[in-house]
């Protein structure tokens, strides 16, 4: 255990990369665990989504990169877990009673991304460069955030339940885990070290703090 | 998973009239399976998900854990639409134990009294001193870590039995802000093993390794989930457990009593005979059920009354490196808001200090703020700096909050739930007078950053008991008033919120319905 003290005040901080490598390759990490994070590491990004066009996938898969800039070399998976929990049927056990189906949200939603894409910038979505892109999806949030599905085409809601799937999605993935320095995988056998500012061997420290 | 999963070991045949089939296996049926089986009793446990083995089957992952949670879609109405899944309700041998924090404060006496108090609301059919032996044996039984002690109700007539589990970075940060403020704070009660501890027909359980994962899992078996505190306890005794199994509706004799219940399986439909049934489903469940069969609602007050606790959570970024993934979430508690003076709403409502794990943190910063982009990676690079700071406060009956069956149907062609909930005046006082104190606290700490997520937890009283047929669904002891060998034990039949964590309750009654219905069947009643 090491006492350590941060300058003050922490207002951003980084961690370094490799931590996760090094966690999974020792001790701490049990084996279902490591199972599930190798898997999730390895989620295929080759294989033809099942639930959607091709077309909508790569807005998707932009969409993602717009979301959670970090994740930009995750993206594709991202969409792909996204793509396999839809063709899959499954949930995450309620919806909110004014919008439709998961699959319908998102087939209506991603397509209205692309048409208004089209109308304003003659170009999909996945053609745009970054900052046009951020521009379409606030405009998305702000017209498709209303309590029912409106002339904007958007299905209510649309924008914040793709948001949260997407960001849930990203900082499910170990490298987004360690971009925050989350050594929370490596519980075993035990953290015997609670108290502020102290840690444990393993956990990564943060690299650089900026003073805001 | 375990091996009941193949229903290898099955005991009754469906033609065998046993004497209890239990539908549901947490903190409402659990107790009630292993209280009826150590009394000789032949019972059966149907439940809809696996029986997993912990050391084995759960890592240390949200997303991979989602499988402890009721997935089954439930349509959200209102104006406070409520989230399901990871938040309300579970699945698997254990039910919603398998990922409660798990933070076991008592119900105070005035909790049963709301009406009598302040005019509104209901008052229970029952006291605390009905259910202050269930809590003394349950603390014991389960092995609660908690302070030698504690500030806020009644003395208590016996210790907790194990030390508190220690203050993680969040708890000793909330310690600090409420000194600051002069709130009173202490060791919060926690059903997890601050020490390896033996019960009966448990065997030992190792000490809790501070690996911050209660609501996602316990790997270790330190958290007193059912799976690991009544289930071996019920299976030593000699009862059946079915997994995997669903049930759909119910059988009955010429009289209209329940002789039988009616599942899906992997295998297709099954029958178990029965002489009585436990309904110990949730309070989403089991009214679903009842409604969708049509039975036990002369009161109509099936699906009605649906409440569910106010638990604005208020977040914080500080210098100090926090590690919120670290330790019980749920380290510290004060009940000095639990009638806080001169305030101008009914009830009241607990403070606890809460770590978190990143998956949930991310989505609720996204949802909450609608934070994205270098907004979003930034903040988030400040996970282990974050703190938080939960209540859990009352909520009233309103006729506007109700469960109903909508016309949509899942993938058993049953009708999909839809809950109606909108916060009343009275939430939204005392939710406003929470993040009031709360912000303070926080501040007081020195944090910085800070921001309130607005949400409601627990989900309560769709089946209330009372002593009056006609607005009341169940008894005082989980009797159905229309269907006399049925019975509910579970969070439906709550006729007010109470300001604690549901769970320790759930299953002090759990244990009173199973030692009310032995005695009358030791008296021969029927």
Known sequence: ?212 | MREETANGGRKYAAEDLVDAVVVGTGAGGAPIIARLARAGLRVVGLEAGAHWNPAVDFATDERAQSKLFWTDERLSAGADPLAFGNNNSGIGVGGSTLHYTPFVPRAQPDDFLLNTEFGVGRDWPLTHADLEPYYDELEAFLGVSGPSSYPWGPPRQTDYPLAPLPLNGPAQLMTRGCDALGIRTSPAANAALSAAYFSPGVGWRAACTNRGFCQAGCSTGAKASMDVTFIPVALAAGAELRTESFVTGFEFDRSGRLCGVVYQTARGEARQRCSNVFLCAGAIETPRLLLLNSIANSSGQIGRNFMAHTGLQVWGRFDEDVRPYKGIPGALISEDMHRPVGASFVGGYLLQSIGVMPVTYASQVTRGRGLWGDALTTHMRGYNHTAGINILGECLPSDTNFLELSDETDARGLRKPRVHFTNGENERALTTHAERIMRDIWHAAGAYDVWAYPRNAHIMGTCRMGTDASDAVVDPFGRAFDITNLWVSDNSTFPSALSANPALTIMAIALRTADHFLARAARREA
């Not at chain 1, 077309?55 to 969409?63: D, E, I, K, N, Q």
């Open chain 1, 1 to 212: 255990m090491q006492r350590e003290r941060l300058s003050l005040p922490v207002r951003d901080v980084s961690y370094p990369a490799g931590s996760l490598r090094d966690l999974l390759n020792g001790p701490h990490v049990s084996a279902a665990t490591r199972v599930a994070l190798l898997a999730r590491i390895a989620t295929s990004t080759t294989t033809e989504p099942r639930f959607f066009e091709p077309s909508m996938f790569a807005t998707l898969r932009c969409v993602c990169v717009r979301f959670v800039p970090e994740a930009e070399s995750i993206c594709a998976e991202v969409a792909a877990m996204i793509d396999a929990r839809l063709a899959d049927g499954t949930g995450n056990g309620w919806r909110f009673n004014d919008m439709p189906s998961d699959g319908d949200c998102y087939r209506m939603g991603l397509k209205r991304i692309d048409e208004l894409s089209l109308a304003l910038h003659d170009a999909p979505f996945a053609l745009l460069d970054g900052n046009l892109q951020d521009n379409m999806l606030q405009e998305a949030n702000h017209i498709g955030n209303a309590p029912s599905v409106r002339p904007s085409g958007f299905p209510a809601r649309f924008f914040e339940e793709l948001l949260v799937e997407v960001v849930e999605c990203a900082y499910s993935h170990p490298l987004m885990q360690e971009h925050i320095g989350y050594a929370g995988m490596a519980d075993l056998p035990q953290w015997t070290t609670l108290t502020l500012d102290a840690l444990e061997d393993r956990e990564p420290r943060p690299l650089r703090t900026s003073h805001a």
